[in-house]
């Protein structure tokens, strides 16, 4: 276990990259699941408050403490072991997202989701369901996790596996390592079909493991995970398209959902688009003079 209490040391670890800073008597770093257990337990017992560190990366202030102490899981970084058959790697939730991809690139296999930062950790990533510019094709993080092992508030470990524990009457039954029981109510919230992030996933028959993908930290501590990987793509093209009028740009986009369809059925052999990004007239009048290639008319890209 390295602890560090100097204010010059643990400055780092009061801030994420939103620029929030806040403030904490010292931080804990466990080199192992077990002083990690331990740790949590430990500071249960003594009502000290914590706050959980991962990449720090976040750009909404999700890991800057405010009080008590910080555990960094930045030690947890082993890549545990690699199920090729089944397309299953299992990480330690400090491990480093490009250290992540490096690895599977040895492969020939990567990990769909594409958060904005690299160096971002599979814990932040889980904690806050990233997604990023590959979400068009693959989806979120959320799709990719197939079991968690966590410590609660109280030191206590579950572990979830995908499709085996789902809400019922309104109710999800969780057991911890020493069999003490868990029931979490859950009401079914209406989710408008747009891309949305914050709060828990909360549905009347949802999987048990989804309540703690994108929970920010708050309901436990992600120590370890099951992610889903597939074969690295064949072939990759990249193209810019043009348009005089928004509607055409926007009909374009519905276009290129449908005849994407497939692959959000998982069948990520077919052709279809891996990612979109647009530019506005502004972004393109700025442009213009640098790229002689972009025709006058044109108002939008794709």
């Known amino acids: 276990m390295i602890i560090k209490q100097d ?8 801030t994420d990259a939103s620029n929030i800073k806040g403030e904490a008597d010292c931080v804990y770093i466990p080199e192992t699941q ?6 949590v337990a430990n500071l249960y017992n003594q009502n000290i408050k914590i706050s959980l560190s991962a990449g720090g990366t976040g750009m909404a202030g999700g890991r800057v403490p405010n009080g008590g102490v910080v555990i960094s899981v930045e030690n947890l ?8 058959e089944n397309g299953i790697v299992t990480v330690e939730s400090g491990l480093v997202l490009k250290d992540l991809q490096d690895y599977l690139e040895t492969e020939n296999y990567f990990y769909p989701p594409n958060p904005t930062e690299n160096n971002s950790m599979i814990a932040g990533n889980i904690a806050n369901n990233s997604s990023g510019s590959r979400t068009f094709k693959y989806g ?6 197939k079991k968690l092992k966590i410590v609660l508030a109280d030191g206590s470990l579950l572990e979830i596996k995908r499709g085996e524990i789902y809400a019922s009457n309104s109710e999800i039954n969780l057991f911890t390592n020493n069999d003490y029981r868990i029931n979490i109510p859950i009401d079914d919230i209406y989710k408008p079909n747009a891309k949305n992030a914050s ?9 048990a493991i989804d309540l703690f993908i994108g929970n920010e930290g708050t309901l436990g501590i992600i120590i370890e995970a099951d992610l889903a ?4 793509p064949e072939k990759l ?8 009028s928004e509607s055409e740009m926007l009909n374009f986009v519905d276009y290129m959902r449908d005849i994407s369809l497939n692959s959000f ?14 530019f506005d007239y502004n972004a393109l009048e700025l442009l213009k003079p640098e790229y002689s290639q972009i025709p006058s008319s044109a108002k939008y890209a794709i």
């Open 7 to 14: 204010k010059d040391t643990i400055i780092n670890y009061l």
């Open 34 to 39: 077990d002083e990690l257990i331990a740790l």
């Open 77 to 84: 970084n082993r890549i545990i072991r690699f199920d090729k």
């Open 140 to 145: 979120a993080t959320r799709e990719y996790v």
């Open 199 to 207: 709060g828990y996933y909360v549905s009347k028959d949802m999987d």
């Open 229 to 232: 990987v597939i074969p690295s």
């Open 237 to 244: 093209i990249g193209a810019v398209t043009f348009f005089e």
């Open 265 to 278: 059925n998982h069948d990520y052999s077919s052709f279809g688009f891996r990612l979109i990004e647009y």
